[in-house]
């Protein structure tokens, strides 16, 4: 496991450990994608091989057009955006070398149109989930599998003192055994939960204006 917090590392290690499993942690703030991609190398070193990576890191908060700022921007540019493709680009020769292995990348369903209030986080995810689908076409002629994990809301800090509705909330639990379960079938794409999953299909056919009316109780400022 890589992440930023030493501590909260060091006590799912020892959980892992207790359930009788094995676990490295390595600190590192993707923010830096040296950083990240020097993490991924080192996780291949520790274990012989990468099985799978998991891009997961992210932030989110809503933000209106008019109280943005540059810093929060290029901060959430910098671990949604170049942190995960660092991650996922530095396993691509390693797992390329061992014939064999599975990217993932933790997009969001806020990926799929604009939200009001919320730019920054919607348009990094959106990144993200094109450059995996570019990387699943890339590596098709490979044994490396490619999977986007599009969740909707789930019950992370992430959400603390979100002004939008968070509708049909799911709890961590709930949404990683979900997550699990699809990337042991290999799904290309795992999105959930199904209601707003068909929602927000159903907004990337709206015509602009209509998105827009359907939206427009959600606005601030």
Known sequence: MSARR?????????????AGGRAHALVCDVADPEAAAAAVRRADE??????????????????????LGVEEIVRMV???????????????PIMLAHQRGHLVGVSSLAG?????????????????????????LDLARTRILVTDVQPGFVETPIL?????????????ARATRYIADGLAKE??????????????????????GVYARA?????EG
């Open 6 to 18: 030493e501590a909260e590392l060091a006590d799912l290690v020892a959980h892992i450990q207790k």
């Open 46 to 67: 520790l274990m012989g091989s990468l099985d799978m990576v998991v891009a997961n890191a992210g932030i989110g908060h809503a933000s209106h057009a008019t109280r």
């Open 78 to 92: 910098d671990i949604n955006v170049r942190g995960a493709f660092a991650t996922l680009v530095a396993a691509i």
């Open 112 to 136: 799929r149109r604009a939200i009001p209030a919320s730019g920054a986080y919607s348009a990094s995810k959106a990144a993200l989930s094109t450059f995996l689908e570019t990387l699943r």
């Open 160 to 172: 603390e003192g979100a002004r939008n509705p968070t509708p049909f909330k799911w709890p961590v």
């Open 187 to 208: 799904r290309r794409v795992v999105s959930f939960p199904l209601p707003l999953d068909l929602l927000t299909r159903l907004s990337r056919v709206l015509p602009a």
């Open 215 to 219: 939206v427009g109780g959600f606005r």
